[in-house]
């Protein structure tokens, strides 16, 4: 994963991102699940995100992608579960005796994690080793109405 330039800014946002076949049908086996993958790609092709990996298992799938700034995350998922139920409707009929007249493929949420490079330990490490830390104390409240903040918040 390379990060990315926009005019003003340069970003590198990962995601992890799982999602789930309503009533957790088993149904991404065989020609569905590549299907589903091959779907996914086309969209990120013509989306501003791009997949960096993608796996499907029985009933949920993992993908590990990269977004812009400029779309929420809910944005993508939205979009990557609209064209995917569309084009699964489309091309397997037997669907219906799955979900009835309901056409749904995906369960309604998902599961989303940001992803980096780096741990949060070593970006802690980093961020104290790069100049002059200030440590963060407790405030008692003896400094507080010192400073006049018992006051304010009463």
């Known amino acids: 994963m390379e990060y990315e330039t926009k005019s003003h800014c340069k970003y590198l946002i990962a995601l992890h991102l ?3 076949v309503k009533y957790r ?3 991404l086996q065989g020609n569905l699940g590549e299907f589903v993958k091959q779907k996914i790609s086309e969209i990120a ?3 501003e995100f791009n997949i960096e990996e993608i796996e499907v298992d029985k009933d949920h799938i993992h993908i590990l992608l990269t977004i ?3 779309i929420c995350v ?3 998922v939205r979009r990557i579960k609209q064209s995917t139920t569309q084009s699964l409707w489309s091309r397997f009929k037997w669907l219906k005796k799955q979900f009835w007249i309901e056409k ?3 369960s309604d949420g998902y599961f989303v994690c940001s992803v980096g490079n780096a741990s949060a330990d070593t970006i802690r490490k980093y961020i104290q080793k790069s100049g002059l830390v200030i440590p963060i104390h407790p405030i008692d409240a003896a400094s507080r109405r010192s400073m006049g903040f018992l006051g304010k918040f009463r």
Request: charged share 15%.
């Open 18 to 20: 799982i999602l789930v």
């Open 25 to 27: 049908r088993q149904l």
């Open 45 to 47: 092709e013509r989306s």
């Open 68 to 70: 812009s700034p400029t």
């Open 74 to 76: 809910a944005s993508y």
């Open 104 to 106: 749904t493929f995906w």
